[in-house]
């Protein structure tokens, strides 16, 4: 898979490159295997500050652990509807109170605190997280899902 995704990168293939879950061997646990899940990199929510340092870029049918973490600065939230429709959420967990919501719409923070959330990643596109209001590239996160 290593060698598609790079031969795709590099021009070398003709037609879109099909995505694939991480692993081949599920196992009992199909799509939540182990070999199938990957942490991806924190999104901070902070005054001022860039939510992430890079764009995320998933793969359809792989499962992802994403925190998003509020300093406190400021009362801020992330939204991001049409990313939250094109992926199947697993569980939010918030101090350690587990949610299985059917669909999401946003988070926002009053105060100080990270949320952990997993989720496999379905429909193929690309989708944001940014803050409301906001006009600046720092301030959302662009996610592709192939």
């Known amino acids: 898979?290593?060698?598609l995704i790079a031969a795709a990168a590099l021009g070398l293939f003709a037609g879109p490159l099909a995505a694939a879950p991480l692993c081949d061997d599920f196992g009992f646990a199909g799509l939540l295997a182990k070999c199938n899940r990957e942490e991806l990199p924190k999104v901070t929510l902070s005054a001022g500050k860039p939510l992430a340092e890079a764009p995320m870029a998933l793969q359809s049918g792989a499962y992802y652990t994403m925190y998003i973490e509020a300093d406190g600065s400021q009362e801020l939230a992330l939204v991001g509807p049409e990313f939250f429709r094109a992926i199947w959420i697993n569980e939010v967990v918030i101090n350690d109170l587990e949610i299985r919501p059917m669909a999401l719409d946003s988070f926002e923070?009053?105060?100080?605190?990270?949320?952990?959330?997993?989720?496999?990643?379905?429909?193929?596109?690309?989708?944001?997280?940014?803050?409301?209001?906001?006009?600046?590239?720092?301030?959302?996160?662009?996610i592709s899902i192939q």
């Not at 100080?112 to 940014?130: D, M, N, Q, S």
Request: no cysteine; proline share 5%; net charge positive.
């Open 1 to 3: 898979m290593k060698h």
């Open 109 to 142: 923070f009053d105060a100080e605190g990270t949320v952990r959330f997993t989720f496999i990643a379905i429909k193929p596109g690309r989708y944001e997280l940014k803050i409301p209001g906001s006009t600046g590239d720092t301030q959302k996160v662009e």
